[in-house]
Nanobody, 124 residues
């Protein structure tokens, strides 16, 4: 069992940067593979980025590759999403998710635990 809390969202202009954080409870954070997803009203939740338990394996959606970077600090029980060169189409609620078994980075059904989300709004 793990509880996740996202933070760091806000209102920015196109081209700006934000760093999202996801803080996990407990003392077994290093056992979990982590992912970031995003969702806008009326749309399906979509995969953004994933990182395995050790941090040595990464995965990104094509739409964010080269702009976003996922990382983790297991000593701090935290996963990050550094978002650079933000675009209006990045506007969404961003969620972090966790799973003990990495069946798929990209599938929402692969994750067992979810945070409450943090809003990112990018103006043009």
């Amino acid at each position: 069992q793990v509880q996740l809390v996202e933070s760091g969202g806000g209102l920015v202009q196109a081209g700006d940067s934000l760093r999202l954080s996801c803080a996990a409870s407990g003392r077994t954070f290093s056992n979990y593979h982590m992912g970031w997803f995003r969702q806008t009203p009326g749309k399906e939740r979509e995969f953004v980025a994933g990182i395995n338990r050790s941090g040595g394996r990464l995965s990104y959606a094509d739409s964010v590759k080269g702009r976003f970077t996922i990382s983790r600090d297991n000593a701090k029980n935290t996963v990050y999403l550094q978002m650079n060169n933000l675009k209006p189409e990045d506007t969404a609620v961003y969620y972090c998710a966790a799973t003990e078994r990495l069946l798929s980075f990209r599938s929402i059904s692969a994750y067992d635990y979810w945070g409450q989300g943090t809003q990112v709004t990018v103006s043009s």
